[in-house]
């Protein structure tokens, strides 16, 4: 049984950078994308991006220019990191198990499981 | 961008009553080659992250209670609680994947009246 274990500061000023790193534990990492998602506090969710196993990321055109995914395969985890972040940026920060099929290199992904979240607050 | 929009935003229902939320997509997430609906559904209980229900919109996730069901297809879609139970309550938001950016609805909160 596949199971995500997430850590990282939860506790930035405006301008730094958030880290967030989530850990694969039960499972096989290949053959799946690795999502980032998030919740601002009493809001909805927003998927920030995703990376499979290789390398290729994809993410939400509204972040794009701050965030970068990355994956460490020997250690079997994949990393989020947001910069220049501000206040907008304050919410809970799921790492995500994508399922579903892939057409023509494009995956479409519900997401299960979910890992324990992150509150990141980004206060002066 | 495919917006998900839940309705009603809070509902509150007797034990044992039914409750239904539903959601609508700005549009179609109904793939034509597979004739599948590319929807999720998803409960959320304070402190919890999300847990899966339902995927391709009807497709009961294991462990999931049977008088949950999920209905729909193209941009309407509903999500039934046959006879609500106290565990039931929590935020329920749907989710598409027909694009890449994918989105979720706006959530629904459930109470017990």
């Known amino acids: 049984q596949v199971q995500l274990q997430q850590w990282g500061a939860g506790l930035l000023k405006p301008s730094e950078t958030l880290s967030l790193t989530c850990a694969v534990y039960g499972g096989s990492f290949s053959g799946y994308y690795w999502s980032w998602i998030r919740q601002p506090p009493g809001k909805g969710l927003e998927w920030i991006g995703e990376?499979?196993?290789?390398?290729?990321?994809n993410y939400n055109p509204s972040l794009k220019s701050r965030v970068t995914i990355s994956v460490d395969t020997s250690k079997i985890h994949f990393s989020l990191k947001l910069n220049s972040v501000t206040a907008a940026d304050t919410a809970v920060y799921y790492c995500?198990?994508?399922?579903?099929?892939?057409?023509?290199?494009?995956?479409?992904?519900?997401?299960?499981?979910w890992g324990q979240g992150t509150l990141v607050t980004v206060s002066s | 961008d495919i917006v998900m929009t839940q309705s009603p935003d809070s509902l509150a229902v007797s034990l044992g009553e039914r409750a239904t939320i539903n959601c609508k997509s700005s549009?179609?997430?109904?793939?034509?080659?597979?004739?599948?609906?590319?929807l999720a559904w998803y409960q959320q209980k304070p402190g919890q992250p999300p847990k899966l229900l339902f995927y391709?919109?009807?497709t009961r996730e294991s462990g999931v209670p049977d008088r949950f069901s999920g209905s729909g297809s193209g941009t309407d879609f509903t999500l039934t609680i046959s006879s609500l139970q106290a565990e039931d309550v929590a935020v329920y938001y749907c989710?598409?994947?027909?694009?890449?950016?994918?989105?979720f609805g706006q959530g629904t909160k459930v109470e017990i009246k």
């Open positions: 549009q179609s997430v109904l793939y034509s080659s597979d004739s599948k609906n590319y």
């Open positions: 989710q598409q994947y027909y694009s890449t950016l994918r989105t």
């Open positions: 995500a198990r994508g399922l579903g099929p892939a057409y023509s290199s494009t995956w479409y992904n519900w997401f299960d499981p």
């Open positions: 391709w919109a009807s």
């Open positions: 990376i499979n196993h290789s390398g290729n990321t």
